[in-house]
């Protein structure tokens, strides 16, 4: 049979295969019937709590300041925790730690109002927010108290939906390292104070203040900040080309629980939502394979090769096997950041060279024992188009180390033409909560964190750090970046240990020497040689010379106390950081 959903002018054709197929081909913890009709509360797991506004302030608010004392210091724990609120009005203040998710289940944000605040704070690190990663809000709207809020965050840590009916400041009265803002209206100021970085997409500001740090970039933004590379720190850039924003589970008018996968949009600014109904397809909680941590890899393909979704509650998945999505227009969304660790050396996770498919709101953290990859979209050597109907990824996250001693060989691979990254981190851990026992070159050893080999392949906010060999190594043709930031890796014990061939160090982001069309557009790395301090990059950025390929507005730093050099700024060109010379150098458009 078919089901038909129609919203904000766009139509979905949504195939379900037979019941009696799906019955026998799912696991056993599906047993149950599940109408697109019913409203009936998922079994979303422990760890998952869904507040309305029946409920008392001090009820929610318990609960609230509970997960929040749990999480705020629990960088390398097990939990995930899911904060979501039914459509309505409530009266609380959320603190928002590690591994922590904050929704409205509402179809647009102004269907959920928080009074009060939603926050990310640094107390717990004196006010520096460099190390406040993997938590997000999403899908509200804040009346915040007094006026003003705050996201002190760095990676991992996306700002997605939100109407803030305020201020909103970016750090914590010290250093913060990095951010995503999409599809969100700002009423007030953005302040970033000590931000070094940031990337802000699709959205409405009121306005930016002051001139930035090192890099920001705002694509298909409304009211973006003024002024020029490289007198400041901002890249401009009035339309999104293709985007697809992330799916989010709702709940709709009749109280049934959807997943919500908004539209391709190309040439677009500003939000999604703005406009009234927004444009997508409304996929029923049925459709849906309700995974909790302890169900097993071949339970999860079982429900893929059935047909099924996956809506992955908060907790981490050990995998013995990989989950392989074969399906186009799959969509596998997490909540509370739900994390994949596989084990005895498979790939977490892999897609056939399908279209459509939609992978959101989850970590993949290496096991200790290696991977040839943690993630790969689409098998070596794919070739369909899929540039009509992309994959996307929305905010995925990859970790090697820092929770335990951890290893892989590549991080991220991306074979499938088309592919949108939309907010990636991927993470060779530099520190870990044991005094460094987890982490170091022999410890936590990964090469590669991104290989991209596919065609026509689009990111936005990608960040990429400290692995050992090339950050991000680009393969394909007509690939486009917007946002970059890296940190080489800390730890070279020594110049010989990390040469690539006579070439000092590894380029954080290199364009293979036969791709003759890539533009790439606010670009920074970063050196902190802590091991060994007279170590060297000889570039951060290295490309061929061909006339499609355009890179603008690139950075280089040195963080401080005379910890290495990276010596020019793509290719032979631009000034050296660190070292005797300066802490900074850019480029403003190379060639």
């Given amino acids: 049979m078919k089901r038909r959903t129609v919203i904000g002018g766009a139509t979905a054709v949504v195939a379900a295969a037979g019941a009696a197929t799906v019955a026998q081909a799912l696991p056993s913890t599906t047993a ?32 609230l300041d509970s997960v929040f004392k749990a999480q705020e210091t629990n960088q390398f724990g097990d939990e995930r925790v899911a904060l979501l609120f039914k459509p309505g009005s409530y ?33 717990w690190f004196d006010g520096n927010a460099t190390q406040n990663f993997w938590r997000c809000a999403e899908n509200l709207t804040v009346n915040p108290t007094g006026g003003v809020d705050m996201w002190a965050v760095s990676q991992a840590a996306p700002y997605r939906r939100i109407h803030l009916k305020g201020t909103l400041a970016l750090d914590d009265g010290g250093w913060s390292s990095g951010g995503f803002l999409a599809d969100s209206k700002i009423d007030g100021a953005v302040n970033p104070g000590g931000q070094q970085q940031w990337f802000t997409r699709n959205s409405t500001l009121n306005s930016w203040s002051g001139n930035g740090n090192w890099n920001a970039v705002f694509v298909g933004t409304k009211n973006h900040p003024k002024g020029n590379w490289p007198d400041v720190a901002f890249t401009r850039i009035g339309k999104t080309p293709v985007i697809r924003e992330k799916p989010f589970l709702y709940v709709d008018d009749a109280g049934a629980y959807q997943v919500f996968v908004p539209a391709l949009r190309t040439a677009v600014n500003g939000t999604s939502w703005e406009s009234g109904s927004p444009a997508g397809e409304s996929l029923p909680i049925s459709d849906f394979f309700v995974a909790q941590p302890t169900n097993t890899a071949a339970e ?88 009509a109907d992309p994959t996307s990824l929305h905010d995925v996250f990859l970790r090697v180390g820092g929770h335990s001693k951890a290893r892989a060989e590549r991080g991220l691979i991306i074979n499938n033409h088309g592919t949108i990254g939309d907010h990636l981190w991927i993470w ?39 692995f050992q060999g090339y950050q991000t190594r680009w393969d394909g043709d007509r690939g486009r970046t917007y946002f970059y930031q890296n940190e080489m890796p800390y730890d070279p014990p020594n110049q010989d240990a990390w040469m690539n061939g006579t070439t000092r160090g590894y380029a954080a ?24 301090n007279s170590v060297v990059a000889d570039h951060a950025f290295e490309v061929p010379k061909a006339s499609g390929i355009v890179m603008h507005n690139l950075v280089t730093v040195s963080l401080g106390g005379n910890q290495g050099t990276i010596a020019h700024v793509i290719n032979d060109q631009g000034g050296s950081a660190g070292g005797s010379g300066a802490m900074s150098a850019r480029v403003t458009a190379y060639p």
């Avoid at 203040?93 to 704070?121: E, H, M, R």
């Avoid at 998945?317 to 227009?329: A, F, H, K, M, P």
């Avoid at 851990?429 to 990964?446: L, Q, R, Y």
Wanted: proline share 4%; with cysteine.
């Fill in 91 to 123: 009266d609380v203040t959320a603190k928002i730690g590690f591994f922590t998710q904050i929704a409205g289940l509402g179809l647009v944000p102004g269907k959920v109002t928080i009074n009060g605040s939603v926050q990310a704070d640094a107390d």
């Fill in 428 to 466: 060779r851990a530099d520190h870990d909560d044991s005094g460094g026992s987890k982490t170091g070159w022999s410890v936590n050893p990964a090469k590669v964190g991104l290989i991209v080999s596919g065609d026509d392949v689009t990111m936005y906010g990608l960040f990429v750090e400290h």
């Fill in 509 to 532: 982001y290199k364009v293979a020497d036969d791709v003759t069309s890539h533009q790439a557009y606010g670009l920074g790395s970063y050196c902190y040689f802590n091991v060994n």
């Fill in 32 to 63: 149950g019937p599940n109408t697109s009709t019913s409203t009936a509360e998922p079994d979303f797991g422990a760890h998952v709590h869904v507040f309305d506004p029946s409920m008392s302030s001090a009820q929610i608010q318990s609960t």
């Fill in 300 to 387: 999860l393909n079982a429900a893929l090769q059935a047909g099924k979704h996956l809506l992955l509650t908060p907790g981490v998945y050990q995998l013995d096997r990989t989950l392989s999505v074969n399906r186009s227009g799959t969509v596998i969304l997490g909540l509370g950041l739900a994390t994949l660790t596989p084990l005895n050396g498979v790939i977490a996770l892999e897609t056939a060279d399908v279209p459509g498919v939609k992978i959101a709101g989850i970590l993949i953290d290496a096991g200790t024992t290696s991977s040839y990859a943690l993630a790969r979209i689409g098998p070596k050597g794919a070739s369909a188009d899929h540039t």
